[in-house]
């Protein structure tokens, strides 16, 4: 049996699991990052964890899952709030040379994406967008049972796309950045300000628009928002089916079908097959940390 090692790194824990080729986790071990004892630790950490995996030497391969912004090519964090001294360095070249494997990274966006994407409710598409909203909005393109990254290591990131410019910035996005309007958060901020109340989460703002005429209002805007968002992903890569992830989508995972034909209103007559699917996968994180180096070690 082919099995691979995935590790997801996260700010406050680490895992790092054997996986077999058809997804099963056989192994995993868990600990914390402890972030501020600095990058020697979190990677002598994850070595570590990856050592105990009972099983990791004859794995064939290393996938990590990373959160935010990635260079998938030198496989370095650009960007990072919750790990910013790992910002810039060479995390799997130094995994990969530890360990002497094949060793591949992307953000955890990416690697949940392709796990739904080959195993869940993607399992048979040829080619899927996978996007999560939740505190954030971020995507990711798969093709043929891989991750889409594109030049600069960037494609398929979707929270700064712009879906209205006539409205302000925001946290430093762009104008009408997906993110700022279609997160958890943007509908909470544009919730309270409409209804004049302290929404907590945007399940509160889903539950109050049944009845309060401003809450549906801010509603109705955030379907209309991903229904533009969601079809400009179809214009940039024509997916056969979006799967959706997210806090938000626990919140409110009804409005999937009324967004699905705001959506269609936009694209052209042949477009209008792509559908709108919740993603359920457990474990897609790990899982897909695998699969990424199982897909990449297949070229």
């Not at 996260?10 to 004892?37: C, F, P, Y």
């Not at 559908?275 to 899982?287: I, P, R």
Request: aromatic share 6%; with cysteine.
């Amino acid at each position: 049996m082919k099995t691979f090692i995935a590790v997801d790194l996260g700010g406050t824990n680490i895992r790092a699991a054997l996986v077999s080729e058809d997804g099963q986790i056989l192994d995993v071990k868990k600990d914390k990052t402890e972030a501020q004892l600095g990058k020697e630790h979190i990677m002598e950490k994850m070595e570590s964890l990856i050592t105990s995996l009972d099983g990791y030497k004859d794995a064939l391969g290393i996938g990590l899952g990373i959160p935010g912004p990635t260079d998938t090519v030198n496989g370095k964090i650009i960007i990072s709030n919750n790990l910013p001294d790992l910002v810039g360095y060479p995390i799997a070249d130094r995994i990969r040379n530890h360990f002497n494997k094949p060793t591949f990274m992307a953000n955890d966006v990416k690697v949940a994406g392709l796990a739904e994407a080959l195993l869940g409710e993607g399992k048979g598409k040829k080619n899927l967008y996978y996007l999560t909203i939740s505190t954030g909005v971020a995507g990711a393109m798969i093709l043929d049972g891989k991750v889409l990254s594109g030049f600069h290591g960037h494609g398929g990131e979707i929270g700064n796309a712009i879906i209205d410019p006539s409205r302000e910035p925001i946290n430093g996005l762009n104008p009408g950045a997906a993110e700022s309007w279609v997160s958890g958060p943007a509908i909470v901020r544009e919730a309270n300000k409409a209804c004049h109340k302290e929404f907590a989460h945007a399940g509160e703002v889903f539950e109050a628009a049944k009845s309060d005429e401003n809450a549906k209002a801010v509603v109705e805007q955030f379907k209309e928002d991903l229904a533009i968002l969601l079809a400009n992903v179809c214009f940039v890569c024509d997916p056969e089916r979006i799967l959706i992830q997210g806090g938000v989508m626990k919140s409110g995972s009804d409005f999937l079908e009324d967004v699905q034909e705001r959506m269609r209103k936009y694209l052209f007559p042949g477009m209008r097959e792509t559908t709108l699917a919740n993603a359920t996968m457990e474990e897609s994180g790990l899982v897909g940390a695998a699969m990424l180096a199982k897909s990449q070690m297949e070229d």
